[in-house]
């Protein structure tokens, strides 16, 4: 695109800001994440904004066109008309609208395929810093040990700022088999503990399911990690393969699902909430809703239980709010993230495009859940273990020390059974006791310290508790109320 058409671009950008409140073209919108694809608008909205060029426009154009002929050093005129783009996006401080440059913008589109190689966790742009939404099911971030709103301050001891959202992710990404080490601040941690993480192919598989045999019944387990094309369609046929095999209850697992397509959830709650009330709606800037209702006259004849926690975002949260006020049907976990808007990418004519945020979607009662999160009916915690922190060992933690390094060790100690006797963090005798006593049961040396072997032990043998299904406390949970509902 020649600069001319560049700048028309710009000015269209700019209208589009001020007056884009009445575009809308279905639930083909997205929440970002390094995985998915967004609609694209192929035609700029159009707005009743008008521009007085000897006045509100002219100060920026004098700007573009002092800088560009008399600045010290020559600036090209495409980087000046990029920057001026990002910047009124950045002005925004929405950490979910960005603008991609046509490089960028051209990269990811090679990347969004049916898998890519990374380390499978969707990240957003807050206050500044790329943070961790939620990581993927079994993704190497997962299994390295990341959380949500963990921040991501460097990349292989290069700092991320300056960098917008996209330019940092594909520092992030990289080849199966590749490590990558992330300096990461996390809430409650004073240092930036640094976390390898082995990249791999992450496949976009969304909805997994089980059938759980519990006291003679008969329980169905439908997971779904995140909202893609197929998630829908795929949710149809797993639940039907459940119901053929007479299934009495259902759980539906939103846990760690960052979002996705709007439109596959929305294909999901058409087939199990009810026409009683929306299960969603789209609110734009004046305030005007569409209302989202499904065709179903009847419940499903068995109780349902949603699964949510602080990593469950935006569509998870759709699909939650619809499953309590929709459907008046429990919820059980912890807290969810707190996504309550739509973004859609537009294309800006060159290749690059933004994805501006253009709506709020509410709950089937009204209720706008941004930044506040859904709450359980049910609140329940995991064991202590869920949430401890990577170990990070620059030099063994051993008797008579005392950090957040320790604390970690000692609630990892005390999870997999060799009581430690405290867990505030001060490495006691007990301490000392507790890990001679695992390391003898690993074959391990018995040095009494925790060093970068024996923590590397501890922290498998965590993940495998994590995964068995006997403790996980909320599952459980979820289960027994079915049970109660029969």
Known sequence: MNVNKKMLVLVAVIAMLIGAGGMYGGLSYFNANEVYPGSTVKELPKTSAKFDENQEFSKLQKTYEIISSRYVEQVSEEKLLE????GMVKTLKDPYSSYMDEETANQFSQSLDSSFEGIGAEVSMVDGRVTIVAPFKDSPAEKAGLKPNDQILTVDGKSLDGLDLYKAVLKIRGKKGSTVTLGVKRSGVSDVMDVNVKRDEIPIETVYSDVK?????????LEITSFSEDTGADFKEKLTDLESKNIEGLVIDVRGNPGGYLEAVDSILKQIITDDKPFVQIEDRKGNKQRYVSQLKEKKDYPIIGLIDG???SASEILAAALREGGDYDLVGEKSFGKGTVQQSIDLGDGSNIKLTLFKWLTPDGNWIHKKGIKPTHAVKQP?????????IEKPLAYDSNSEQVKNAQIMLDGLGFSPGRTDGYFDEKTQTAVIAFQKANKLEPTGKVDA?????????????IRSEKNDVQLQTAIQLILEQQ
Do not use: C, H, R, W
């Open 83 to 86: 920057g001026a783009i990002d």
């Open 213 to 221: 045999k519990v006291k003679g019944k008969k329980i169905g387990v």
């Open 311 to 313: 990593g469950s975002a």
């Open 384 to 392: 202590g273990y869920f949430y401890t922190n990577p170990l990070n």
């Open 453 to 465: 072997k024996t923590a590397g032990k501890m922290e498998g043998k965590i993940i495998e508790q």
